[in-house]
């Protein structure tokens, strides 16, 4: 996870710099194609880091076997944060390259040392049915309410409170379909509203339904810290991607407009209709 981030960030930087840019404090002004490879250079990189920490918890957990499919899926990630540039036509430096394919070969070592580590069978499949429907129909509702409800922003893109339906499949169902629900719920909005860089929004609004899904079945303040842990990973995605596409001041404007209004709003109103839903019909508490 170090070594991808570092490689990334490294990489990103010296990218800017090729392109005339000191650093991340001055004012960035790059073409369109430009900040789609960039946020697609760091994207992938943040995937990475993701599945290598969902890989970690299921060691925590005891599921090595899922662990070692994480650990796979984050190499390839991190194989495609360095294949970015290619794709582009564009040169990497020599020595982010070299950084990222030894965290993906770490990575890919690891998933091989998780398929290989015994665990017990797992007594249930990783998705039931109604996991997957639960998914589909709050994944619809988290596009329609972010497409009906949002706001431009004079810093770019825009702010919306369809994250307050991936808080509640979140609160409500668990990490699965709360990580679900972000993912392909925010992809389908962000295509919807014509937002260009729409795969930023898997790692974060995935990241985001993964940790708020840790609330499941906990009183309110557990609820209130795992979404507010949430919400800071997405706004943080999307920070770590502005600071190199917009320049360290309008990156912290964004920041805050993702924390304290689209997370901050949406978290207030999943938490009081999560908790009127489990009183008006019993069956959401179990």
Known sequence: MVLIGAGATYGAALILRSLG????????KISDAMKVFISLYLTAAVMSIGFSGSALFMVSKGR???????????????????LVGPIFTLAVDPMSTVI??????????????GFMTPSEPSKEPFLSTLEITNSAVLSALTAILTGLAFVPSPTGGFTHIGDTIVFIASLLFGSKVGALTGVVGCIAADLWVGYPRWFVSIPAH???GLIAGL????????????????GIVMAS???YVNIFIKGWALAILSYGRDLFLQAGISIGLAIVLTRTLQRLLPRFKT
């Open 64 to 82: 090595t076997k899922y662990a070692g499919l994480f650990g796979i899926i984050a190499s390839v990630s991190a194989i495609a944060t360095v």
């Open 100 to 113: 990222l394919f030894a965290g993906a070969s770490l990575s890919i070592l690891g998933g091989i040392l």
């Open 21 to 28: 840019f000191e650093n991340v404090f001055t004012s960035i």
């Open 215 to 230: 609330g499941k079945r906990r009183s309110v303040p557990i609820q209130l810290v795992v979404c507010v842990l949430g």
């Open 237 to 239: 995605v999307y920070f």
């Open 206 to 208: 995935g990241l985001e």
